[in-house]
């Protein structure tokens, strides 16, 4: 195990801002483009680390802080010896500093106030209150001991027009310097490695507010750069055209993390090919369990790569008739474990008599599909 946390740019496509980037951390290295499947209770849904590690994943987003302080809380973790111990997974991880959720609890009213101080949220079993701030972020995040961690922000609410985003804008500021002090006493995890820290940044779809944000978390010069608010991944058309006017901006040497990217393979497509290079998102294992499993073929075109099947989609719904006698996989060609071992007909019968087994075989084929195109992204940029 390595004690430090670097990035290098191996290659940038001719035609477009899509690259490869080398991150290397105290757990291994990862090439870019990649995808994160999203473990916030310390479990990737219906998968175990070795599934994982066959589907393709390089790096997961383990353990979110806030998930982590209510259960199992932070005792149980460090006794572990952290995460990479807890949940068995050995290769390089992000966590989350638990913004995203309390900005969550904050809009279901009465589970969580947002001051200039942080976040005020209630247990939901015993009652308690915990006071989460950039500080007790960064040091929750010390004890899970992630290679990579985030900067704890204020997420930008897309419906509260300008005065909210800049409210967001201004906290999320603030708190980056006092998660930079943090981390910068110590910048090692709990267990000895160092650990990368991004800063977010914010804005809203105000291109102004979003320029003053990348030039803010340049300045305060953290390890890596990650592109947040409600937004990112929500809308993709927004999503898109941010990415578009920040990306210019950045360093090429910084990694570019796009935040709960991935409902669809195609949004990995279109957010790689304005620059970015890691994202997450509960997308496809949550949509796997629902029923609806990616399908589609990577096809090239002068402008780039497309993920379709032959109904112009991305999946099929497992659930409907016309699969309980399909004898076909999922996917032609698909290297899954799934696909080579059973059919659409047997996977439609577990879904609809609600078996538990369906749920990990659903899970590992989106899983593996969304990293088989983060893998053509890569060959394409490569050959460019």
């Given at each position: 195990?390595?004690?430090?946390?670097s990035?290098?740019?191996?290659?940038?496509?001719?035609?477009?801002p899509?690259?490869?980037?080398k991150m290397?951390?105290?757990?291994?290295?990862?090439?870019?483009?990649?995808?994160?499947?999203?473990?916030?209770?310390?479990?990737?849904n219906?998968?175990?680390?070795?599934?994982?590690?066959?589907?393709?994943?390089?790096?997961?987003l383990?353990?979110?802080?806030?998930?982590m302080?209510i259960?199992?809380?932070?005792?149980?973790?460090?006794?572990?010896?952290?995460m990479?111990?807890?949940?068995?997974?050995?290769?390089?991880?992000?966590?989350?500093s638990?913004?995203?959720q309390?900005f969550?609890l904050?809009?279901?009213?009465?589970l969580?106030r947002?001051?200039?101080?942080?976040?005020?949220?209630?247990?939901?079993m015993?009652?308690?209150?915990?006071?989460?701030?950039?500080?007790?972020?960064?040091?929750?995040?010390?004890?899970?001991?992630?290679d990579?961690?985030?900067?704890?922000?204020?997420c930008?609410?897309?419906?509260?027009?300008?005065?909210?985003?800049?409210?967001?804008?201004?906290?999320?500021?603030?708190?980056?310097?006092?998660?930079?002090?943090?981390?910068?006493?110590?910048p090692?995890?709990?267990?000895?490695y160092?650990?990368a820290?991004?800063?977010?940044?914010?804005?809203g779809?105000f291109?102004?507010?979003?320029?003053?944000?990348?030039?803010?978390?340049?300045?305060?010069?953290?390890?890596?750069?990650?592109?947040?608010g409600?937004?990112?991944?929500?809308?993709?058309k927004?999503?898109?055209?941010?990415?578009?006017?920040?990306?210019?901006?950045?360093?090429?040497?910084?990694?570019?993390?796009?935040?709960?990217?991935?409902l669809?393979?195609?949004?990995?497509?279109?957010?790689?090919?304005?620059?970015?290079?890691i994202?997450?998102?509960?997308?496809?294992?949550?949509?796997?369990r629902?029923?609806?499993?990616?399908?589609?073929?990577?096809?090239?075109?002068?402008?780039?790569?497309?993920?379709?099947?032959?109904?112009?989609?991305?999946?099929?719904?497992?659930?409907?008739?016309?699969y309980?006698?399909?004898n076909?996989?999922i996917?032609e060609?698909?290297?899954?474990?799934t696909?080579?071992?059973?059919?659409?007909?047997?996977?439609?019968?577990?879904?609809?008599?609600?078996?538990l087994?369906y749920?990990?075989?659903a899970c590992?084929?989106?899983?593996?599909?969304?990293?088989?195109v983060?893998?053509?992204?890569?060959?394409?940029?490569?050959?460019?």
């Open positions: 195990m390595s004690n430090f946390f990035s290098q740019l191996i290659k940038k496509h001719k035609g477009c899509a690259r490869i980037m290397t951390t105290p757990h291994g290295e990862v090439l870019t483009p990649t995808f994160m499947p999203v473990g916030t209770q310390a479990i990737v219906y998968m175990t680390p070795m599934d994982l590690a066959h589907a393709g994943s390089q790096i997961i383990g353990g979110n802080t806030y998930h302080l259960n199992p809380e932070m005792e149980i973790i460090e006794k572990a010896g952290g990479h111990a807890f949940m068995g997974w050995d290769k390089p991880m992000l966590t989350d638990g913004g995203f309390v969550s904050a809009k279901k009213g009465g969580c947002i001051d200039d101080t942080g976040a005020h949220f209630k247990h939901p015993t009652g308690k209150i915990t006071h989460l701030t950039p500080v007790t972020s960064i040091q929750t995040q010390k004890i899970i001991g992630a990579i961690i985030m900067a704890f922000d204020e930008t609410p897309e419906t509260g027009g300008r005065e909210a985003a800049l409210a967001a804008l201004a906290r999320t500021h603030q708190w980056l310097l006092l998660s930079k002090e943090a981390h910068e006493k110590n090692n995890s709990l267990y000895g160092r650990q820290l991004f800063g977010i940044i914010q804005g779809s291109s102004d507010l979003r320029e003053q944000s990348t030039q803010f978390i340049l300045d305060a010069q953290t390890d890596g750069i990650a592109l947040g409600e937004v990112i991944g929500y809308d993709m927004k999503t898109v055209e941010i990415l578009s006017h920040v990306v210019p901006l950045l360093p090429e040497n910084k990694v570019r993390y796009t935040m709960g990217v991935g669809s393979p195609q949004d990995l497509i279109d957010v790689v090919s304005q620059g970015a290079d994202f997450d998102c509960v997308a496809p294992t949550r949509n796997a629902h029923g609806s499993l990616y399908q589609g073929n990577i096809i090239e075109t002068k402008d780039g790569l497309l993920f379709r099947n032959d109904e112009n989609n991305d999946h099929i719904l497992i659930k409907k008739s016309i309980a006698k399909d076909r996989p996917q060609g698909c290297g899954c474990t696909c080579a071992n059973f059919s659409r007909a047997y996977l439609h019968y577990l879904f609809k008599t609600h078996k087994g749920a990990h075989l590992t084929h989106n899983v593996h599909v969304m990293h088989t983060c893998a053509r992204l890569r060959e394409w940029i490569e050959r460019s």
